[in-house]
């Protein structure tokens, strides 16, 4: 995306709730089977908790089994950015917003069919936009 959202952490900490900015702008993650969209099957566009941006889309959702919304592509590639995760004595990859930089979650080369890929993302990082 083109321009990008910078705001302080009293702005970030503002906006959202104690959770979101944990897991949105501190890299960290819900317990599994504990978000609200794991297991949501309402049509619609997943957006950026910490901007709006169109991220993901219900027709790409599937249930992986690994407790967190898993999707096998964003709405557009450059609506996200892939960074090489080493943490935690693993080497992933994290996927965060391109427009504010938000955590999302880690990809994974082990989802279906047609990508491949498994976009699992944490539920308070997105938020529904539920089709009309």
Same mark, same amino acid.
């Given at each position: ?43 619609? /566009?997943?957006?950026?908790? *910490? @901007? !709006?941006? $169109?991220? #993901?889309?219900?027709? /790409?959702?599937?249930?992986? *089994? @690994? !407790?967190? $919304?898993? #999707? ?61």
């Amino acid at each position: 995306m083109s321009s990008r959202i910078n705001k302080t952490e009293a702005e970030w900490r503002a906006q959202l709730t104690p959770m979101q900015y944990h897991v949105a702008r501190e890299k960290g993650t819900e317990r599994a089977f504990s978000g609200e969209y794991w297991n949501c099957k309402e049509p619609g /566009t997943y957006r950026c908790i *910490g @901007c !709006g941006a $169109p991220l #993901f889309s219900s027709a /790409t959702k599937f249930d992986s *089994g @690994c !407790g967190w $919304p898993s #999707f096998t592509a964003p709405v557009d590639a450059g609506h996200i950015d892939e960074v090489v995760d080493n943490s935690h004595s693993m080497r992933r990859t994290e996927v965060t917003c391109g427009t504010c930089g938000s955590h999302l979650g880690h990809v994974f080369p082990d989802g279906p069919a047609p990508t491949g890929m498994r976009y699992c993302i944490n539920s308070a990082s997105i938020n529904l936009d539920k089709q009309k």
